[in-house]
């Protein structure tokens, strides 16, 4: 008969039984009771113990478990070969462990390329960068993203601004300096921006418009611009110069544009570059040259403080390489036709026009070692003028 002032028994509490290897570091074969939380803590933080006893019932358990791992197993390789291309594509965008370059973080996380695609990329194509690293890329993606509106009027205005500075009796002489004081602190600039982050944030804000997404990490166009129009002004003679301008200008943004609208219907020249593009380049610069040297010279005329030998195509044309005509001293009697081997009036201005956008659709298709095509064309668009001037030029 038990009285009120007995003590309560203990309550059972049911744990997991011990495991071979516990007992063994148990004294006395005593262990005190665990609860629910702490068994399932020791779960997740210890590794499974081996099993140093088995039985006949544990093998047939193991083998009813085998067969319902292999059935989940089976369904998680199913719902994983689905996810296996969006694994793949991710590959290609990096991964966590990848160095982030300093710009404008983009959505998904990463702030530009890694190392191993840039190069690849530029050899894909010139057109824009689909990463959103620049933010208004992202709210204009027709605008600014896709046609790069803002960046093409700019690129056009320098032609318009170039013959204007050529009406007025502006030497080039006197642009090159104003050219190097621009370049100089641009290029400082962007120099700096690649060196902090909250600068380049700063930068892209500014002037993110004219920018394309690939020059988020990379050296601005506009220092490569600057630099091609100052060695075309600085080293040829001044028609050739404004006219290297020009086919920058011009024949560029038509290579561009039409490349993008009608590239994908014709041929491939090569990567990024399309024959519609090309066909642009060309009859752009042939209208260029019409409009340069069988309209603008005739109308402004020359300038006293012109340079000698500052207009290469003085309206004739020889037949024959000069070279050549000096090596066989042939000396025309005659020089009003083309039976003198000389071609003057709208034929010789014809034939320089064609070549004038022959020279510009090979500068815009040529790639020279990934050089940006900004300082390229200027540079090989005067170098073929000079030479085919030189050559057969009077």
Known sequence: MS????????????????????????????????????????????????????NEDDKAAGSDSSSDHRSRAGLTRRRMSGRSKTKGSEKLTGSKSDPLINGYLSPNGYLAMS????????????????????????????????????????????????????????????????????????????????????????????????????????????????????????????????????????CDTAASTFG??????????????????????????????VVFWGYVIPRVGTFPDDPEGAFMFTGSLNLFPNPIRNFLGWVPQNTSGASSGIIT???????????????AAGSELIYFFGWDDNLTIPVFSGIGLWSFLKLFGR
Request: hydrophobic fraction near 40%; charge should be positive; glycine fraction near 8%.
């Open 115 to 250: 190392n191993r695609l840039q190069s690849s990329w530029r050899d894909i194509s010139r057109s824009p960068s689909p990463l959103g690293l620049i933010p208004l890329h992202r709210h204009y993606r027709n605008l600014i993203h896709r046609h790069e509106i803002p960046r093409k009027l700019l690129h056009v205005s320098i032609g318009f601004l170039t013959l204007e500075l050529y009406r007025r009796g502006i030497q080039s002489f006197e642009i090159t300096p104003w050219l190097i004081s621009s370049l100089v602190p641009i290029a400082v600039i962007d120099v700096i921006r690649h060196r902090y982050e909250k600068v380049n944030k700063i930068y892209i804000r500014c002037v993110g418009a004219l920018m394309r997404e690939t020059e988020v990490n990379t050296y601005n166009g506009v220092i490569w611009y600057l630099l091609g129009v100052y060695l075309v002004l600085q080293f040829f003679p001044k028609d050739v110069g404004v006219m290297g301008v020009l086919l920058l200008s011009w």
């Open 260 to 289: 993008r609208l009608y590239g994908r219907y014709t041929i491939r020249l090569r990567q990024g570059k399309s024959l519609a593009g090309t066909l642009a380049a060309w009859l752009t610069g042939v209208i260029t040259a």
């Open 3 to 54: 009285s009120q002032n007995d003590v309560p028994a203990t309550p059972r509490v049911i744990s997991p039984s011990p495991t071979p290897s516990d007992k063994s570091n148990s004294r006395d074969g005593y262990f005190g009771p665990v609860t629910r939380s702490a068994s399932r803590r020791r779960r997740l933080t210890t590794p499974q113990p081996i099993s140093e006893e088995g």
């Open 345 to 359: 009036g709208s034929l010789a201005l014809g034939v320089m026009s064609v070549v004038s956008g022959i020279v």
